[in-house]
């Protein structure tokens, strides 16, 4: 009679290195992957805001009147709202915030008050930022 000696399944021993290397691996991972996420909701937010400034220029233009785009200080909200201070629109901007306070008014021919820079940085890595910029009274936006 022959003695077969069939083993099946994983030892104690093997099951310890296999999770030992891949807690290596995810601890390299890691770090990456919480950057790549800020960086994509920077990024995800700058476009958000220049819409909301595409938009308010837009809807000065076809509603004939001034509409004012107001960014708060250290919060993630934009708000659109008519002369008379009636928010038309709120935006909150997740996981970044407005560096700076500002406001911007696009009157009936969609120009543009003022120029200026808007900065955005993000919760996660405050290092992360991202700009928008009206580059001209005629209301060019630019993302950088």
Do not use: C
């Amino acid at each position: 009679m022959t003695n077969q000696n069939t083993s099946h399944g994983f030892t104690l021993i093997e099951l310890i290195i296999v999770v030992a290397i891949f807690s290596i691996f995810a601890s390299i991972a890691l770090p990456d992957l919480a950057t790549t996420m800020a960086r994509a909701a920077l990024k995800d937010a700058a476009e958000t805001t220049a819409l909301a400034l595409r938009k308010a220029k837009t809807l000065a233009r076809t509603e004939n009147t001034n509409i004012n785009v107001n960014f708060i200080q250290n919060s993630g909200a934009i708000t659109l709202s008519l002369p008379d201070d009636t928010v038309v629109q709120t935006i909150s901007l997740s996981r970044v915030t407005a560096v700076d306070s500002a406001s911007y008014r696009f009157n009936g021919f969609g120009t543009v008050n003022n120029t200026g820079t808007i900065s955005l940085k993000s919760t996660y890595d405050p290092a992360l930022r991202k700009n928008i910029t009206i580059a001209t009274l005629s209301g060019q936006i630019l993302s950088q």
